[in-house]
């Protein structure tokens, strides 16, 4: 009989501990150094390392095709608050293990749903209660929390968006019990993944209603943590397609219009999967870019996707190129606005030792570290910030500033045209960008 918090799940595994980048040992970072100052704050607080509960304790390796092959003892209880419970333990245990101060959660992660409504909202204030002792014990916290709007068959068309009211209502209901979990565990952000928000075919569907749906309800799930005293930041997550042909949080951009137009852009911020920047068929720094020229750079969500599929296979980071071009905005732009970076990845199918999931996370960690560390030194010891800026000189001085400041009208620029006729060509010089990245990595 498994007597509950007294259960070491994984066995034979200590707290994982920074030994260097000579280090042959598998459960020990090589690059994250979680007190080591760079660009004047030490990576636990740029990354605020996050895990993803339903991925983590909640997957079991099965898949389309295939039966579970992770079999977890907190998987395979019965009874749901049990399981719940079980479940929370391995978490606790596991973030402690690995030395993280942060995880994220969906509502129906923490607990199965409930049959009806009501036993629904009394297992997750159940599980609430519950959690908020375990993170009051280990000062482990939550970086953001959601609701699972999805999964559930109501849910086939859409939960915001939905034609038939009565889902929409019923949504509503779900997101304002995970709202209020959200403000019990004192959860930092809000995240609104609106996975069938959207169509899979315009012959029935009426976009414009849709959309002025989801931005009602949008607008009113903000009121209402308001007014509960959330003071955190709502968040977006784009995702183009899969399951829906078109989903309406395609991208960063475009979600980014959709908040403006709603008027919920001083609310919200966004949320930027790896995978997800792909699936729009954009790289994850232009994602990260995007939103923070706008201000809405919020959290990361770190996985990648395999580059020959077309679907979100949500692996663990590895690509340290692809990163440290990221980093090299995320540090560029000030870092993160009130989240953090979730390993929103899963082990393999076939990847079934307990220790497993541990090295993932490890080499996860010090994917984000090693490019931090040389976006870092790209930024302040080599030619790339200079050579930035000379490519836009002909902007600094004289018309091209005056161009800038708004002073120059369309004559002015025709006059400007004459004069200099034809131009000698300027290169863009990417070649040597790109060896410059190559040096440091």
């Not at 475009?254 to 852009?265: D, M, V, W």
């Not at 990847?351 to 960690?365: P, Q, R």
Request: charged share 25%; proline share 2%.
């Amino acid at each position: 009989m498994i007597v509950l918090g007294d259960v070491e799940y994984y066995k034979g595994i200590g707290k994982i501990e920074y030994e260097g980048k000579e280090s042959d040992n598998p459960l020990a970072f090589r690059y994250y150094n979680p007190d080591q100052i760079v660009a004047g704050k030490t990576m636990r607080e740029h990354f605020k390392f996050a895990i993803s509960y339903w991925y983590s304790f909640g997957g079991n390796g099965s898949d389309l095709f295939g039966d579970a092959t992770q079999h977890f003892a907190w998987n395979e209880m019965r009874e749901p608050i049990l399981a719940a419970k079980a479940r929370a333990d391995a978490a606790f245990e596991f973030i402690s293990k690995m030395g993280f101060d942060y995880f994220c959660f969906h509502d129906y992660d923490l607990v199965q749903e409930g049959k009806n409504f009501g036993q629904s909202e009394l297992r997750l204030v159940t599980m609430t209660e519950y959690i908020n002792k375990k993170i009051s014990n280990s000062g482990i916290k939550v970086l953001w929390g959601s609701s699972n709007c999805v999964s559930n068959p109501r849910y086939m068309n859409g939960a915001a968006t939905n034609p038939d009211f009565k889902v929409v209502a019923r949504a509503a209901g779900q997101v304002k019990l995970a709202l209020d979990a959200t403000i019990a565990l004192k959860v930092e952000n809000y995240v609104f993944w609106g996975g069938r928000e959207g169509y899979m075919t315009l012959l029935n569907t009426d976009m414009k209603r849709e959309l002025d749906h989801m931005g009602q309800f949008l607008i009113q799930a903000r009121d209402y943590g308001r007014s509960q005293g959330f003071k955190g930041n709502f968040l977006i997550e784009p995702k183009p397609m899969e399951p829906l042909k078109h989903q309406y949080d395609f991208d960063c951009a475009t979600a980014i219009g959709f908040l403006r137009e709603y008027g919920l852009e001083k609310d919200f911020k966004i949320n930027i999967e790896v995978n997800h920047a792909t699936l729009a068929q954009h790289t994850f720094q232009h994602e990260l870019e995007v939103a923070a020229q706008s201000g809405m750079l919020g959290s990361i969500d770190a996985n990648r996707g395999d580059y020959q599929n077309g679907w979100d296979t949500s692996q663990f980071p590895n690509n340290v190129q692809e990163i440290t071009e990221a980093m090299l905005i995320f540090l560029k732009s000030g870092g993160l606005q009130g989240g953090g970076v979730n390993f929103d990845a899963k082990i393999r199918r076939s990847s079934t030792d307990m220790e497993d999931i541990f090295i993932a996370h490890i080499g996860g960690a010090d994917t984000f570290a090693r490019a931090l560390l040389a976006a870092e030194k790209i930024i302040t010891s080599s030619p790339y910030e200079s050579l930035r800026q000379q490519r836009y000189s002909s902007f600094d001085t004289g018309s091209g500033k005056e161009f800038e400041e708004g002073k120059l009208n369309f004559n002015d620029l025709y006059a400007i045209a004459k004069e200099n006729d034809e131009i000698e060509l300027q290169s863009g010089k990417q070649e040597l960008f790109e060896s410059i990245l190559n040096r440091y990595l």
